[in-house]
């Protein structure tokens, strides 16, 4: 499967909480008994759906309750945004997977959010398997919380909103009060407080205002929270915080809110898969705009118990195909499981998630209310709240009552899913070592190019030896060369290089001149490459080596662009490598077609199209290994018939560089912009006949290769 490309820091948090979770857990501590016995399959207290289930299928959704009510005693958390801000101060700042003045909304970051928490091995159960780490706003990440399928879907949800302050809610039954809501003000229905609920916010301390100093140094806790269990037989018991800690103690290590926590145990315990299911909370999504944060559910009943998917991560193979790996809580309660490609497909892929076929008792599968959904946002209309469809997502958007158009999402995802077959898969892999090739001709310093050259190894290492009857050795005689050797993989925190923003190509030509001289004058003798790296605290081999030849005045000083604690150390660490050793492989190594240093930002369509009076002219299709530059911007001319909308995008490694995509028509009227901070940018081009122009400009970096696709 293809690994994650994204790296951000995170501070384990075990000693950090250890200390604190000890003394009050493992002693009951549910919920308040509210009269509403166990659900037999789900073993907890659940609320019935909704009884309107599809009437509220429209874009203004459920009306919710009087804004006004968030003031009320019960209310958990105060509304500070709204999920379609981009311009506000509290927009504008950056988070934990995006970049400050990122132009996106909070949706977007939620999505980011998913998509950046970074991959870690379970910690709790009879087996390991993979998982993710929580990232949190306060700059530490723990282990996910053993959860079930559903609680882990509406978890993440409920702890993004409160986190930023952003209005949340589901909606859920009683028979003697109507529709109960579950959200920022607390448990209410129409006529005020859900029965014996808490009054949240007078009941419970809030400490979001502490300090990064303050929490740092003795983050606050509620010994009540601590000691609450979601189950009675402890199947949410996280013992990697502390032997007697279940999810209460995980909510008071994630929460400065303490009423967050306890609304949690609350929430977790009253809802399931059939209130994601319900019209009421989430809508039915077209397959081709599935992204992190979706959910996906499996329904073969009516009434009952499903099973819950959050979709963890989103990937481009080219050829209109892409990967989606999925992630999901169980029962009994574990850390959520991170499915591969191969896995996930063959849950978008299933009749129970909302396919054609009926169950036992004539229903159809595709109207159960299962398949690929999103959570509805939020928003206030004339003094009350209401979850909607957004705006922007209603061009997505498929309706209850449209249950082919629903099962026909399985046939499209059959179609767009990978796995790639084998030979397709390598060429795309090898496609993607090229660009890091690429990127690393301009800047042989760059650490995060030679690490993605290395995932896509690993990648086509796997490959090979699954599916293609080829050792490593072999797939390194066949796809390795000198620079790979050269510019070997560093560990980043121990490798002053890794910091280093002023590399050129020029560097590069020196580098790779130095080490080609040196093996072809040992003679039949094999000597191992000089990696580019810091020896003996600097890189002078190389200096004097450019000297020597007259081209001492196009080496550059080694300085730092960022905080560099590594900057003091004498030898760069190289990473333990998994490749084949230069000297076993040296023939079938040097026995390459050479390939020239980049020149600039020259990439297949020269140095010319930097502006609109040179842009290229393409058509449909994917074009890879592009290179943009900060001194010049890449653009392109497009001619549509006016017969179809088409989709221009591009996929870049948003590390090495942000980038921003542009479209203007023929006179240069800006008629489209994707200015986001993740790895991909996409415009549309309408169905209108005509000459569009399209801009790819480097936000920040130096340079950054990328590929472009019209479809």
Not at 55 to 81: C, M, Q
Not at 420 to 447: G, M, Q, T
């Amino acid at each position: 499967m293809l690994r994650r490309r994204i790296w951000f820091f995170v501070l384990g948090v075990t000693l950090l909480f250890a200390a604190s979770c000890g003394e009050e857990g493992g002693n009951g501590g549910l919920v308040d008994d509210s009269g509403i016995a166990q659900d037999p399959e789900y073993g907890k207290p659940l609320l019935p759906e909704t009884q309107d289930v599809g009437k509220g299928d429209n874009v203004l959704g459920a009306k919710i309750l009087p804004v006004s009510g968030d003031n009320s005693v019960t209310s958990v958390w105060e509304v500070r945004n709204q999920w379609t801000d981009t311009n506000t101060a509290e927009a504008r700042e950056a988070g934990m997977a995006w970049g400050a003045d990122s132009g996106l909304t909070w949706e977007d970051k939620y999505s980011l959010w998913i998509r950046g928490m970074e991959e870690t091995e379970s910690t709790e159960g009879y087996y390991a398997y993979k998982t993710f780490k929580l990232a949190t706003p306060w700059g530490f990440s723990l282990p996910a919380p053993r959860l079930e399928s559903a609680e882990t879907a509406i978890f993440m949800r409920a702890t993004f909103a409160s986190w930023y302050r952003l209005p949340f809610a589901m909606a859920a039954y009683d028979g003697t009060v109507g529709k109960v809501y579950f959200g920022h003000f607390g448990i209410r229905h129409k006529d005020g407080k859900y029965r014996n609920s808490p009054n949240f916010k007078s009941a419970y301390k809030d400490y979001s205002d502490m300090t990064p100093a303050q929490y740092g140094a003795n983050w606050p806790s509620d010994s009540k929270l601590k000691g609450r269990k979601l189950s009675s037989n402890g199947d949410d018991k996280n013992s990697f915080l502390c032997e007697d800690c279940y999810a209460g103690a995980y909510f008071d290590a994630i929460f400065l809110n303490k009423r967050t926590g306890h609304f949690m145990v609350w929430l977790l315990s009253y809802l399931g898969s059939i209130h994601i299911a319900s019209s009421d909370n989430a809508f039915h999504l077209k397959a081709d705009a599935v992204r992190e944060g979706d959910v996906l559910l499996e329904r073969w009943q009516k009434q009952g118990i499903g099973h819950t998917l959050i979709v963890k991560y989103v990937d481009s193979l080219g050829s209109d195909r892409i990967e989606a790996q999925l992630a999901a809580g169980s029962m009994p309660r574990r850390q959520p499981k991170w499915e591969d490609g191969a896995s996930s497909k063959n849950y978008f892929t299933n009749n129970y998630c909302g396919g054609d076929g009926e169950t036992s008792d004539g229903h159809r599968y595709a109207s159960l209310g299962g398949g690929l959904k999103r959570f509805r946002q939020m928003q206030a209309k004339d003094g009350y709240w209401y979850l909607v469809v957004p705006e922007s997502y209603q061009d997505v958007w498929i309706k209850d009552s449209e249950v082919d158009l629903i099962a026909g999402r399985i046939e499209r995802f059959e179609e767009i899913l990978g796995e790639l077959a084998p030979e397709e898969k390598e060429a795309f892999l090898v496609s993607k070592i090229e660009e890091k090739r690429l990127h690393l001709r301009n800047y042989p310093a760059s650490c995060s190019a030679r690490i993605g050259r290395e995932e896509y190894f690993a990648d086509l290492y796997e490959l090979g030896e699954n599916d293609l009857n080829r050792s490593r050795e072999e797939t390194d005689r066949l796809y390795r060369n000198l620079e790979d050797y050269v510019f070997a993989e560093l560990v980043y925190d121990k490798s002053k290089t890794c910091c280093w923003n002023s590399s050129t190509a020029a560097m590069y030509e020196i580098v790779m001149q130095y080490n080609r001289e040196r093996i072809e004058g040992a003679g039949d003798a094999c000597v191992e490459p000089v990696v580019f790296k810091a020896m003996d605290g600097g890189f002078d081999v190389f200096k004097e080596y450019a000297e020597s030849i007259g081209r001492g005045d196009e080496w550059v000083a080694w300085s730092k662009d960022e905080s560099c604690p590594q900057q003091y150390v004498q030898d760069d660490t190289e990473e333990d490598h998994t490749w084949a050793s230069f000297c076993s492989i040296e023939e079938d190594v040097l026995n390459e077609t050479p390939v020239e240093p980049v020149d600039g930002c020259m990439d297949e369509f020269g140095n010319e199209n930097h502006s609109s009076t040179n842009a290229a002219s393409i058509s449909s299709g994917t074009f890879t290994g592009l290179v943009v530059c900060d001194d010049g911007k890449d653009w392109f001319s497009f001619s549509s018939d006016g017969s179809a909308t088409h989709v221009v995008e591009v996929a870049f490694t948003h590390a090495d560089g942000d980038i921003d995509l542009y479209l203007y028509d023929e006179d240069l009227n800006e008629i489209d912009t994707s200015a986001a901070t993740g790895d991909r940018e996409s415009v549309k081009i309408p169905a209108q006949t005509g000459v569009f122009y399209i801009e790819v400009r480097l936000y920040s970096g130096e340079s950054n290769t990328y590929s472009l696709s019209v479809e």
